[in-house]
């Protein structure tokens, strides 16, 4: 089973950016459906982007425009270029892996990292 750790995550000012990084411990450049959620204090847990095994990207409306997903096919790592901060992108950040079968992101395996906190300050 694929294991995952991020890294990255830190305090910055509203404006700011960072860049999460997700390293798997297997290979997973269009093997699996990578991406990631995110869980602010006091809040549900909030889907941020993913990326499907054909490369495809997509974003919560939230993150629109200021996010930027990508996973580098040598190193495998997965990265959220994360621009703009703002104080409500606030969260623990989590990276997960869905294997890919049939075409389809399997949403039974998934599989979750222990997470990086991003802090914005206003």
């Known amino acids: 089973q694929v294991q995952l750790m991020e890294s990255g995550g830190g305090s910055v000012q509203a404006g700011g950016s960072l860049t999460l990084s997700c390293d798997p411990s297997?290979?997973?450049?269009?093997?699996?459906?990578m991406g990631w959620f995110r869980r602010a204090p006091g809040k549900e847990r909030e889907w941020v982007a993913g990326?499907?095994?054909?490369?495809?990207?997509r974003y919560a409306v939230s993150v629109q425009g200021r996010f930027t997903l990508s996973q580098d096919s040598a190193s495998n790592t997965l990265y959220l270029q994360m621009n703009n901060l703002r104080s409500t992108d606030t969260a623990t950040y989590y990276c997960?892996?869905?294997?890919?079968?049939?075409?389809?992101?399997?949403?039974?395996?998934?599989?979750w990292g222990q997470g990086t906190q991003v802090t914005v300050s206003s």
């Open positions: 997960v892996a869905e294997i890919v079968r049939d075409g389809r992101c399997d949403v039974q395996s998934r599989r």
């Open positions: 297997v290979y997973t450049y269009r093997l699996y459906c």
């Open positions: 990326v499907d095994g054909a490369g495809d990207t």
